[in-house]
Each structure stands twice: as C-alpha cells, then as structure tokens.
C-alpha cells in the first residue's frame, strides 16, 4: 500500500500558484519524498524529490514541513500544461527499495 | 528519439494467448521495471531488474514473467492472458549514479493491452 496520503483531486486556475499537500506520517528519518507527475496519455515524469531541506528546481519547488510529516509540492505559475496526475512517494536513500506509487491528485487548471 | 521505448502501443488479443511486451532504453541504465496501471489503482510493480542478472518478483507478479535480454532490453510476458490483465502497461528505467541517491525513475510511453 502506498504511505502517502494526498487529496483526489484539486483545481486551480491559469498562471496562479498552485500549492499540492501531501501527508507522510509514518516516513522514516532517511526516506526521501518524491513527487512524479502524469501527463494525459503520457507514463509518469520525475519533477523534485527532497530528504529535509526545501528544495527548488525549473518545474517546482517541494516545501517540507520540519517534522517532515508533510510536504507540499508548489507549481509557481500554472499553466494548461501542468494539468496531470501528481505523486507523492516515499522513497528508501540508495535507490535499493521500489518506488510505490498511490493514487496521486488529479490538476486540472482552469483557463 | 526517446531514451525508453515500449512496442507494441497498443494490443487487443484474446484469453489464453501468450503476450510478449518489449522495452528498450538508450539511457544506459541497469535498474529497469515493468508496471501496470488500471483506473483509479494508480501504478502497481509487476517486476524489477538492477541489473542483467537480476530480476525480482514486484507487488503483483502473479501471471506474468520477465526476461532481461541485455542492460537495454526487458520484456514482459504474459504466458496465457485473462480480461483481468487488460491495463496500461509502463517500463521505467533507472541508474543511482546519475539519478544520486534518489533513484529518479524515467518512464516509457506506456502500452495499452485489451484482453478479450
């Protein structure tokens, strides 16, 4: 089973921030958080991944609560394009355990 | 050209033929795996390899087998397909030396496979 938890589905509209949560209440100190997303009719495509320290790249940022508990995956501007499903997974430090995808969030963007 | 190829897209067979899916990666990664998605399920594993001489059973493995041709090539089988196997299938690819620690994960464009 996946040990993440995240809302179904969200909504946002055009060129607005759009904040994703994600709950991971039982990570062990050394999992890292990883966030994927799907594109229609696309497989899954890789967007951040953080162990404690918030984290910034070209398609987001990932802010992770102290306790890491929590974390949100932050899309700065959103476009039509970022409509997709996003993953939130828990992943074990030297890439020896699988990654398990959940359910994810469904974005739709709204023009 | 994409660094993760699935052929065939797409397939409709019918109950109790053998299915072959094939992936092929130009990303020169060892770890490789195969999923399948089903509505609402999200992604499940089916089988991993990390390498040529390693394969292993992933979360629903049952009804299907793996062979691992080479680091580029991993192919699925299913040896007598059942309407229950109809899913998107997905290989993914990845290398920890160039993902680092994390293990960044790259995915092929998916398959879709009807059995009838």
């Known amino acids: 089973d996946a040990k993440t938890t995240q809302p179904n589905s969200m909504e946002s509209n055009e060129e607005e921030p759009v904040h994703l949560p994600c709950n991971h209440s039982t990570i062990s100190g050394t999992d890292y958080i990883h966030w994927y997303r799907q594109l229609p009719s696309q497989g899954p495509e890789y967007v951040i991944h953080g162990l404690t320290s918030n984290v910034n790249n070209r398609m987001a940022s990932l802010a992770i609560a102290e306790d890491r508990k929590s974390s949100t995956l932050i899309l700065h501007r959103a476009t039509l394009r970022d409509a997709a499903v996003y993953y939130c997974?828990?992943?074990?430090?030297?890439?020896?355990?699988?990654?398990?995808f959940g359910t994810g969030t469904r974005l739709t963007i709204i023009p | 050209d994409a660094d993760v190829t699935q052929t065939p897209r797409n397939r409709i067979t019918k109950t109790g033929k053998r299915i072959m899916l094939e992936c092929s990666q130009t990303k020169g990664h060892d770890r490789m795996y195969w999923y399948r998605q089903d509505p609402g399920l999200g992604l499940r594993l089916i089988y991993y390899s990390f390498d040529v001489k390693d394969i292993n059973k992933g979360e629903i493995s049952d009804g299907y087998s793996v062979s691992r041709q080479a680091q580029a090539k991993f192919s699925l089988s299913l040896e007598s397909a059942i309407p229950n196997q109809t899913a998107l299938y997905f290989c993914a690819t990845s290398d920890p030396r160039t993902g680092g620690i994390a293990d960044t994960q790259y995915f092929g464009p998916g398959t879709r496979l009807t059995v009838l």
């Open positions: 997974i828990e992943g074990a430090n030297f890439g020896n355990e699988k990654l398990t």
